[in-house]
C-alpha cells in the first residue's frame, strides 16, 4: 500500500510545456493548410478533408498528452511496496584518546600515554575493514583523523601524539566526544562504535548528559582506564625531571580514576576495561565490535515504495508515436469515386 508519492516533484513543471506541444502541431497543420491554398481550389477542399475540425484538434493534442506523460514519467511517481536488502558493510569506529598531562603518568610503564596509543593500535590491527577515525581528547577536543579504512594513517598520527601537547590543557572528555559524535555519518545508526581511552581523571565533569546522547544516536562506548589506583606523580612539561607542585608546593599525583568510564560504557551498553600494565589485551573490546559487524553484513530488508516512472513513460512514446502514423485528417470514404 501507501499513497503515491513522487521521487523528483521539481521536474514536474515540464508537463507546463504540453501546451507547447499542442501548438507546434496546429501550426504545421496551419502551414500545410495555407500550402494547399496555393494550389486547390476552395470549392474542393470539403472533398479532400472530410470530417470537419474534430480530428485534427485531436491529432493536435497527442504531442501535447505525449509531453504531459513525459513529464509525469521525469518526477518519478511512486506507489506500492516493494522490499529490498541493504546491506551495510563494517562499522564505523571512533577511537578518543585522552591526552593530558596526567597521561605521561608512569604507574604503568612505560607511561599511560604509551600504553594507551599500543592499546589502540592493537585495536586498529584487529579491525580491519571498518572505518577508524581519531579524536584527541584535551582542552576542547580535536580531530586528528576522520573516518578512514587507512589503519596506517591512525598509526602515524599516534606516533607523533605527546602528553600535553594540545594549545589548551587539562581534560574534557565532553568536547571530544561530541566532536566524535559529529564524525558519524547520518543513517548509520547501527554500525557506530566508539571507544574511550582515559586516565578517567575528569575533575568531577559530569558525562551524564553526553552519554545521553551518545545512546541516542546509537552509538556504544566502551572505554578503557589506564593507569593504577595509586597512581604517580605528574610530570611538569615545562622542567626535566621536574613534577607538578601545587599551591603548596606538594608534588601533584594523580590516580586513574575507572568509575566515570565504566558508567559512561554501561550506559551505551559498552564494555568498560581497566588497563593496570601494557600487558592488557583489548580483544573483549575488539570482539564486541566485529560481533556489531556481523550484524552489519547481515543486512537489513528495507520497505521502500515501488518506482512506476516507466508507466508514464510508456504512454508518453505511445502517444508520440500515435501523433506520428495517425493523419491529422479522416480517410475520404471508400466507394465514392469521383464523377
Known amino acids: 500500500g501507501g499513497a503515491m508519492k513522487l521521487g523528483a516533484p521539481d521536474l514536474l513543471w515540464l508537463a507546463a510545456l504540453a501546451p507547447l506541444g499542442a501548438l507546434a502541431a496546429w501550426w504545421s497543420l496551419r502551414r500545410r493548410a495555407a500550402d494547399e491554398a496555393r494550389w486547390i481550389a476552395r470549392g474542393l477542399w470539403p472533398r479532400l478533408r ?6 485534427p484538434v485531436a491529432w493536435a493534442l497527442l504531442p501535447a498528452l505525449a509531453l504531459a506523460a513525459t513529464a509525469a514519467g521525469l518526477a518519478r511517481p511512486r506507489w506500492g ?32 600515554l604509551w600504553v594507551a596509543q599500543s592499546l589502540l593500535r592493537r585495536l ?4 580491519p575493514g571498518n572505518r577508524l577515525a581519531l579524536v584527541q581528547a584535551e582542552g576542547t577536543g580535536v580531530v586528528l583523523v576522520p573516518l578512514t579504512v587507512d589503519a596506517a594513517a591512525i598509526d602515524l ?14 581534560t574534557r572528555l565532553t568536547p571530544a566526544l561530541e566532536r566524535a559524535l559529529a564524525l558519524f555519518p547520518e543513517g548509520s545508526q547501527k554500525h557506530r562504535a566508539m571507544i574511550v581511552v582515559s586516565d578517567g581523571e575528569i575533575h568531577g565533569e559530569s558525562l551524564t548528559a ?14 578503557i582506564a589506564v593507569g ?3 597512581g604517580g606523580p605528574v610530570p611538569d612539561g615545562g622542567t626535566a625531571g621536574g613534577y607538578k607542585r601545587d599551591r603548596q608546593g606538594r608534588v601533584v599525583v594523580s590516580r586513574a580514576d575507572p568509575e566515570a568510564l565504566a558508567r559512561l560504557a554501561s550506559a551505551t551498553g559498552g564494555e568498560a576495561l581497566q588497563a593496570l600494565s601494557a ?15 556481523r550484524r552489519a553484513v547481515d543486512g537489513e530488508v528495507v520497505t521502500t515504495l515501488a518506482e512506476r516512472f516507466q508507466w508514464p513513460l510508456a504512454l508518453g512514446a505511445v502517444l508520440l ?4 502514423v495517425r493523419t491529422p485528417f479522416a480517410p475520404r470514404p471508400a466507394g465514392k469515386e469521383e464523377r
Not at 600487558?279 to 559487524?293: F, G, L, Q, S, W
Open 50 to 55: 472530410p470530417g470537419g475540425l474534430a480530428r
Open 81 to 112: 511496496e516493494r522490499t529490498e536488502a541493504v546491506e551495510r558493510q563494517g562499522v564505523d569506529v571512533v577511537f578518543v584518546l585522552d591526552t593530558s598531562l596526567s597521561m605521561a603518568v608512569v604507574d604503568v610503564t612505560p607511561s599511560r
Open 321 to 324: 508515436l500515435a501523433a506520428l
Open 124 to 127: 586498529a590491527a584487529a579491525l
Open 157 to 170: 598520527v599516534l606516533d607523533g601524539l605527546e602528553a600535553g601537547s594540545a594549545p589548551v590543557a587539562g
Open 228 to 230: 593504577t589506583p595509586s
Open 279 to 293: 600487558a592488557t589485551n583489548p580483544e573483549k573490546i575488539a570482539a564486541r565490535v566485529r560481533e556489531m559487524e
Open 210 to 223: 553526553i552519554a545521553e546522547r551518545l545512546r541516542e544516536a546509537g552509538v556504544v562506548v566502551h572505554t
